[in-house]
């Protein structure tokens, strides 16, 4: 089992920035793709970003492409989404999640591919 706890969301108005976190437990982090997905009221969760256990690939959404960064830090059993020129369609509950690296192939962008979840985090962006 892999315990996601996500913090670091809150309103922000359009323009300005936040850092999300999500603190692994559980087992080997680094032996673990993550992904930020996020959804808005109304709409199908989607995928935002994703990394490899090693940092050496990561994936973005086209919508999220020069504005978001996702990192981790394997030490810390934590992966993070910096979030600048944020936008009102940004607006959402984030979620990170996990799944074990061998079962990866291809672009992990499919919710379907994640074993774990964290709760959610809400980020609203006013304008």
């Known amino acids: 089992q892999v315990q996601l706890v996500e913090s670091g969301g809150g309103l922000v108005q359009a323009g300005g920035s936040l850092r999300l976190s999500c603190a692994a437990s559980g087992r080997t982090f680094s032996n673990y793709a993550m992904g930020w997905f996020r959804q808005a009221p109304g709409k199908e969760r989607e995928f935002v970003t994703a990394?490899?256990?090693?940092?050496?690939?990561?994936y973005y959404a086209d919508s999220v492409k020069g504005r978001f960064t996702i990192s981790r830090d394997n030490a810390k059993n934590t992966v993070y989404l910096q979030m600048n020129s944020l936008k009102p369609e940004d607006t959402a509950v984030y979620y990170c999640?996990?799944?074990?690296?061998?079962?990866?192939?291809?672009?992990?962008?499919?919710?379907?591919?994640?074993?774990?979840w964290g709760q959610g985090t809400q980020v609203t962006v006013s304008s």
């Open positions: 990394i490899s256990g090693s940092s050496i690939r990561r």
């Open positions: 999640a996990a799944v074990d690296r061998s079962k990866v192939t291809g672009t992990p962008d499919v919710a379907q591919y994640y074993d774990y």
